[in-house]
């Protein structure tokens, strides 16, 4: 078994007009780039779902950033001329590379975190502590 400091970094290559396609996730920073700069992308990050068909519906500079910001090598002008299905293709790739558990547990995590750090919200897996009232002795 590999210790951590040896681990690569996950990447896939997807075919697209007889090249490869370089996956190599949506670092932190960039999403929270693309989520502050797209609402309907922060509205599906909200909710937790990652949906290809809801991420195809958005508009063509929501999927062109997303892609430009998941490949090594497509810009946003390329990521923009891509048929429909090698887009499909790209999205699907760039979720799996950059949460391989799947979003679901990635905004769960993320939640408790926020919870346990800043204060906020209840972590989704910690059960909420109910105080007693205190005794009327």
């Keep these: 078994m590999p210790d951590l400091l040896s681990i690569a970094p996950l990447t896939e290559t997807v075919p697209v007009r007889g090249a490869g396609a370089i996956i190599c996730g949506v670092p932190v920073k960039a999403i929270a780039g693309l989520l502050a700069k797209f609402p309907d992308l922060r509205k599906m990050w909200a909710t937790g779902k990652w949906d290809v068909d809801q991420l195809l519906g958005m508009s063509d500079e929501v999927i062109a950033a997303l892609i430009a910001a998941g490949c090594s090598n497509i810009d946003e002008a390329n990521a923009d001329n891509l048929a429909l299905d090698e887009k499909a293709e790209l999205l699907a790739a760039i979720v799996r590379v950059t ?38 002795s």
């Design 99 to 136: 949460m391989p558990r799947g979003p679901g547990p990635f905004m769960a995590t993320l939640t408790a975190l926020l919870g346990t750090v800043g204060g906020g919200a209840a972590s989704p897996t910690a059960p909420v502590s109910k105080s007693r009232k205190p005794s009327q």
